[in-house]
C-alpha cells in the first residue's frame, strides 16, 4: 500500500468518524422536544443531559492528549468506536432522565476521543498543511450535522419516534469503525512526542490566552446550535432547517478555507468570525418568520471558521504543545459548553415563565423565551471582538519583528 493511498484512506476514516460525531450533535438537537415529552423533563434538565455529551467530550480529549505519544492515533480512534457503538445502544434503551445521561457521557466521550486522535493525525500527515488541511476534515462536522439535521426532520415528520433516528447513526459508524481496524496508521514523524515539552507549552501566555478564547469560540457556536430547537421553535422558522442551512453554509466555507486563511493569516480570521457571528446571534434574537433565515446566515458565516482555525493557529504558532495542546483546546472549549447548557437551559425556562406572567399565550412565551436567550448568547462573541482585535496586534508586531531578525541574519551571513 503506497503512502498515498494510506493517507487518503485513513483521512476518510477520519472524516467519516467526524460525521457520526457530528450526528450525534444534531439528532440529539432534533429530539430534544420528543424527549422532553416523553421523559416530561424540563428544559433545565435538558441542560443536564447536553452537559453530559459535552462533559464526556473534554474528559476524553483531555486523556487522548496525554496518551497520544503513548497510544498513537489508531487506539484512540477505536477507543472512539466502541464508545459510539456502546454510547448509542445505551441511549436507545434509555427509560428516563439517569439513564440518558450516562448513555450522552458515552458518547460524548466518543466523540472527543475523535478529535483526539484525527486532529494530530491529520496535521501530521499534513504537515505543510496544517490549517487548510483541518479546516477540510472539520468540513465533515457541519456537514455530518446537515446529514443529521434533515435526517432527524424527515423521520420526525414521519413519526418515527426518537429511538429509530439514534439507530440510524449507527451505519456510519460501524463503516468507518472498519475502516479505522483495517488501516495500517503512519508513525508520528512531523509532530512533537516529547510530553514533557507538550506540557510546557501549555503554560506559554499565548496558549492560555488561546484556550480561554476557545471557551467563548465554542459556547458561541455550539451552545446556540444544540439548542436551535428550543429557541427558535415557535419563531415562525423550521429549526431543523435552519441547522441545515446553518452547517451547510460552513461545510462548503471550510471546505474552501485555504485562500481565505492565507489570505487574511488565522488571526485575522478569528477577529472576522466574532464580529460577524455577533451580528448573526443578536440578529436571530429580534427576528421572526423569514428573517430568521437571514439571521441565521450570517451566523453560519461568522461561525464557520471558529473551531478549525482555533486549533490550526495552535499547531502552527504553538507546536511544541504537539497532540496534547490540539486536544486540550478542543476539550477546554467542549468543558465550557458542558457548564453552559444547564445555564442556557434555566435561562430559557426562566424566560419562559416570566413571559408567561405577562401574557398567557405560550407560544408568545417560547418565542420570547428563544430571543432572551439568543440576546444572552451574543455576549461570548462580542467579548471575543476585543480579544481577537489584541491578538491581531500582538501577531501582527509579532511578525514585524521576525522580518526585522530574519533580515539582520542575512545581512550578517552576507
Known amino acids: 500500500m503506497s503512502e498515498h493511498i494510506n493517507k487518503n484512506k485513513l483521512f476518510i476514516a477520519s472524516c467519516l468518524a467526524l460525521t457520526v460525531t457530528a450526528m450525534t450533535f444534531a439528532i440529539r438537537a432534533g429530539i430534544l422536544g420528543q424527549l422532553s415529552q416523553d421523559y416530561a ?17 473534554p474528559i476524553a480529549t483531555m486523556l487522548g492528549g496525554l496518551l497520544y505519544n503513548l497510544f498513537g492515533a489508531k487506539k484512540l480512534v477505536t477507543i472512539a468506536f466502541v464508545g459510539h457503538i456502546v454510547g448509542l445502544i445505551l441511549t436507545i434503551s434509555a427509560d428516563g432522565f439517569w439513564s440518558l445521561l450516562i448513555s450522552s457521557f458515552c458518547i460524548g466521550f466518543a466523540n472527543g476521543a475523535v478529535e483526539a486522535g484525527c486532529n494530530p493525525l491529520i496535521a501530521d500527515m499534513y504537515h505543510k498543511n496544517k490549517t487548510t488541511m483541518l479546516n477540510r476534515f472539520h468540513v465533515w462536522f457541519p456537514g455530518g450535522i446537515v446529514v443529521g439535521a434533515l435526517i432527524s426532520k424527515m423521520m420526525t415528520d414521519m413519526s418515527f419516534g426518537w429511538q429509530a433516528q439514534i439507530a440510524v447513526m449507527l451505519v456510519p459508524t460501524v463503516i468507518y469503525g472498519y475502516l479505522i481496524l483495517s488501516q495500517k496508521f503512519p508513525e508520528s514523524d512531523n509532530i ?26 465554542t459556547t458561541s457556536e455550539l451552545g446556540t446550535q444544540q439548542w436551535i430547537e428550543r429557541i427558535l421553535g415557535s419563531s415562525g422558522a423550521s429549526p431543523m432547517l435552519i441547522m441545515a442551512m446553518i452547517t451547510g453554509v460552513m461545510a462548503v466555507g471550510r471546505y474552501f478555507a485555504g485562500p481565505i486563511v492565507h489570505k487574511f493569516n488565522p488571526a485575522g480570521v478569528l477577529l472576522y468570525s466574532a464580529v460577524v457571528t455577533t451580528i448573526g446571534i443578536y440578529s436571530m434574537s429580534v427576528a421572526t418568520g423569514n428573517m430568521v433565515y437571514v439571521s441565521a446566515l450570517l451566523f453560519a458565516l461568522g461561525v464557520t471558521y471558529f473551531w478549525p482555525t482555533m486549533v490550526g493557529f495552535v499547531a502552527e504558532n504553538i507546536p511544541d504543545s504537539g497532540a496534547l495542546g490540539m486536544s486540550l483546546l478542543g476539550g477546554i472549549g467542549m468543558f465550557a459548553v458542558s457548564m453552559w447548557n444547564p445555564v442556557i437551559g434555566r435561562w430559557i425556562d426562566e424566560a419562559r415563565q ?5 401574557n398567557s399565550d405560550p407560544a408568545l412565551a417560547e418565542l420570547a423565551a428563544g430571543q432572551a436567550t ?14 481577537f482585535t489584541g491578538l491581531v496586534l500582538v501577531m501582527r508586531k509579532a511578525a514585524v519583528i521576525q522580518v526585522s531578525t530574519d533580515s539582520t541574519e542575512v545581512g550578517i551571513e552576507k
Open 41 to 57: 423533563l424540563t428544559d433545565t434538565q435538558l441542560g443536564w443531559i447536553n452537559a453530559m455529551a459535552f462533559l464526556g467530550f
Open 192 to 217: 512533537e512526542t516529547s510530553t514533557r515539552k507538550n506540557i510546557k507549552a501549555l503554560f506559554s501566555p499565548l496558549f492560555i490566552f488561546m484556550a480561554i478564547c476557545m471557551t467563548l469560540t
Open 354 to 358: 416570566q413571559a408567561l406572567t405577562l
Open 374 to 387: 439568543l440576546a444572552n448568547l451574543s455576549i461570548f462573541p462580542f467579548v471575543l471582538i476585543f480579544a
